[in-house]
């Protein structure tokens, strides 16, 4: 079994809790799951790029979030136009 972790305002005993119902979902449900999670997460990013740029067009934001979940180098060879993107 893995060894529950999570926020530090949940106790051991509900972070137990939280991973044992995990496990009993079906790789299907917690592949929704790890979906709606990456899709809440860049939508998160998209919002500080926003705050932080507020000058980027919405495909500046897209690359720029893109730019913080890949590595640079990997990045650069998949836009290489947008080496000069702030993210």
């Known amino acids: 079994m893995m060894?529950?972790?999570g926020p530090l305002?949940?106790?051991?005993?509900?972070g137990r809790i939280r991973i044992e119902c995990l496990c009993r979902k079906s790789?299907?449900?917690?592949?929704?799951?790890?979906?709606k999670l990456?899709?809440?997460?860049?939508r998160l990013l998209a919002m500080g790029v926003r705050r932080r740029y507020p000058e980027h067009d919405d495909e500046q934001v897209r690359l720029a979030v893109i730019r913080l979940t890949l590595p640079k180098e990997l990045f650069l060879a998949a836009y290489p136009r947008a080496k000069d993107l702030r993210p």
């Open 38 to 42: 990456t899709r809440t997460s860049r």
């Open 9 to 14: 305002d949940t106790s051991p005993g509900m």
């Open 27 to 35: 790789a299907a449900a917690r592949l929704q799951l790890a979906l």
């Open 3 to 5: 060894k529950p972790t």
